[in-house]
């Protein structure tokens, strides 16, 4: 957190009998605002020191980072997506998110966060959104495609079907091909309609849609390793790392 910005700096009292002998003014009135200035300026820095009005009442009205996890939590769930915990453990994650870190991996930020990030279901209501959307697209419902809320999932989209629904135009068959890659081989067919598809059907949707999210995640970051390791090389050989500074290091520190 950077310093806070100084107050304009007082003129030394030595000079003010130079600017009132220039200015023709007596020197009690120059005396008189310079310490008025000098006890207003303490009151400034005093009331910056507490609280606002607005920032006291908003401690006192507005909801709380529980509460707000709550509202998420409801909101996901009305929505028909699946908490990544029940609401029962909410209690113990906001007092002890470090007891709970494999249970939130996969909706964290930042691993081993200080402090330890928690708050996880409204990541969880913008990813199911984000499938919903993914549903009507690949299923050539195209209405909502100039949405800025969506271009994510238009890239994603886009991405899954050169690199699968081109072989395989049918999406259900393309998504088979998909989780058979990653060991996943029960029947299913996706319904026309989402809004008929039953509810284990539209969880196995869900699975393609974030395993093609990793997939396309791990084939960027194979392609770009090749670059990373030369501008490792190159910073290597320039000479301005410590022995200690490895890849591992400047990673971490």
Not at 116 to 134: A, D, G, L
Not at 182 to 196: I, K
Request: charged share 30%; net charge negative.
């Amino acid at each position: 957190m950077g310093k806070s910005a100084e107050g304009p700096a007082r003129q030394p009292r030595s000079k003010i009998k130079v600017i009132t002998d220039a200015l023709n003014i007596p020197s009690s009135i120059i005396n008189n605002a310079v310490e008025s200035e000098r006890r207003t300026r303490t009151k400034s820095s005093q009331a910056l020191s507490q609280p606002s009005c607005r920032e006291r009442f908003r401690t006192l009205t507005a909801p709380s980072d529980k509460e707000f996890e709550t509202e998420a939590y409801n909101l996901l769930v009305n929505e028909g997506g699946r908490p990544v915990y029940p609401i029962s453990l909410l209690e113990g994650v906001s007092r002890n998110p470090e007891n709970y870190q494999e249970m939130l991996r996969p909706w964290l930020d930042i691993l081993n966060a200080n402090p330890p990030e928690w708050e996880v279901f409204m990541k969880q209501v913008r990813s199911w959104r984000e499938f919903r959307q993914w549903q009507k697209f690949n299923r050539e419902d195209f209405g909502d495609w100039d949405d800025t809320r969506f271009i994510e999932v238009g890239l994603a989209y886009n991405r899954f079907v050169r690199a699968f629904r081109y072989e395989y135009p049918d999406y259900t068959e393309a998504v088979k091909k998909l989780l058979e890659q990653h060991g996943f081989t029960q029947s299913f067919q996706f319904h026309e309609d989402p809004a008929q598809q039953d509810k284990l059907t539209t969880w196995i949707e869900y699975l393609g849609f974030e395993y093609w999210q990793l997939e396309w995640s791990t084939r960027s970051i194979k392609r770009l390793q090749s670059k990373y390791d030369g501008a490792w090389e190159t910073l290597v050989e320039s000479g301005v790392l410590r022995l200690d500074e490895t890849a591992e290091f400047l990673r971490t520190d």
